[in-house]
């Protein structure tokens, strides 16, 4: 089976449009031709000319990884650091690169929501969700015409407000118009002012939907001039920001939860906060560097907050009132890599997608024996 690169990459950001991305980041296609058909593709967390060997052995034309393997704009492409020779491998033997990175984070099913299930949190939410995404569209409808033009909008991405979707408002009134001699009016008479019973639809949407709600409201609606408005709003975005919180079925001890921590995420060594002497139940998770959203697990009242990255004066913003868990960078974006293959397979589920073997964490750890 044969896919372009862009039906791939669209599976993926179904669930994490590239608009989710921080302002620094660079995820998305970063080399190829989203137009190309592949047979197969490689995931993992990080590009290095390993992981690229190990696409031309095993035919993939695609790799897509976490981290972009580009940051920062290249000058010159000259086999002088292990990014252009990652960058001139890859073109040498034609094989595209893309990354889902922040898009990932900030997704609630991305890659928090996926450390999540490893910790077998439950009930489950952002734990800092972001404001200014949401935007409310209103369009004016014969009466005869809602439920077709709602439902239209709604498949397109309008309405979802948290575990509900398809949610609307709706008022009925007057609509008036004067169809001029150049309009081919759907009610009414040209040059002659109309009264029309409408229906006023209100809808709430992510920024990211907003184009195919309003191409599939136009599409579905009877008028020859579809008449709507758009709202920006304040409310916080449930379903995009940073981190996730969640509980366990049945609190533990702090050694218990560690040990836990430990074994979930492979590693023999954590570093952590001073004890807080309390059971742990409520759980704060942010992959990768995730310092920034200490005050806020602790005025959510978690008990602990996995992360990443902390530096030395972090670890006294615990204050005695939460437990910081940092457990590596790698060890806890890894399972990025099961969440990519399991979005691609579910879409596709006879396509090619393997998961690198190859271990790309970049810290080394001694341990004296």
């Known amino acids: 089976m044969k896919l372009k690169i862009k039906e791939i990459l669209d599976c993926i950001q179904k669930i994490a449009p590239l608009s989710l991305q921080e302002s620094y980041d660079n995820s998305g296609l970063i080399i190829g031709d989203e137009e190309s058909e592949i047979s197969k593709v490689l995931v993992c967390i990080d590009v290095t000319e390993d992981i690229v060997n190990e696409a031309i052995t095993t035919n993939c034309g695609l790799i897509i990884s976490h981290h972009p393997i580009i ?4 000058k010159k492409i000259v086999s002088k650091s292990f990014v252009e020779r990652v960058v001139i491998l890859a073109i040498q033997h034609n094989i595209a690169i893309a990354s889902m990175h922040t898009n990932l984070d900030n997704s609630i099913q991305g890659v928090n929501f996926k450390i999540a299930q490893k910790l077998k949190l439950h009930s489950t939410k952002i734990l800092q969700p972001v404001s200014g995404m949401l935007k409310k569209i209103v369009t004016f409808c014969p009466v005869d015409y809602v439920v077709e033009v709602r439902q239209a909008m709604a498949v397109a991405g309008a309405g979802d407000i948290g575990n509900y979707d398809s949610c609307s408002y709706n ?7 004067r169809a001029n001699d150049l309009a081919t009016p759907f009610v009414g008479q040209k040059n002659v002012l109309h009264e029309e019973p409408e229906c006023r639809i209100e809808m709430i949407t992510p920024v990211f939907n907003m184009q195919s709600v309003v191409k599939a409201m136009i599409q579905a609606h009877p008028y020859e001039e579809v008449a ?3 709202y920006p709003l304040e409310n916080s975005f449930q379903n995009v920001g940073a981190g ?21 995420f492979g590693t023999d060594w954590i570093r952590h906060s001073a004890r807080i002497n309390k059971n742990i139940k409520t759980v704060a998770v942010c992959g990768g560097s995730g310092a920034f959203l200490i005050n806020t ?3 959510v009242k978690a008990d602990v907050f996995i992360t990443a990255d902390l530096k030395y004066h972090d670890f006294f913003e615990a204050d005695g009132t939460i437990l910081l868990v940092d457990a590596g960078h790698f060890e806890t974006e890894q399972f990025t890599k099961d969440l990519i293959v399991e979005i691609i397979q579910k879409k596709f589920p006879t ?8 271990n ?3 810290v080394c750890y001694f341990i004296k024996k």
């Open 228 to 230: 709507y408005d758009i």
């Open 71 to 74: 940051f920062k704009g290249l």
């Open 351 to 358: 396509f090619a997608v393997l998961k690198s073997e190859i």
């Open 360 to 362: 790309t964490n970049a």
């Open 244 to 264: 996730i919180i969640g509980q366990l079925d049945v609190e533990v001890t702090e050694n218990e939860f560690l040990s836990s921590v430990s074994s979930i």
């Open 297 to 299: 697990a602790k005025s």
């Open 171 to 177: 008022v009925k009134g007057i609509g008036t118009f």
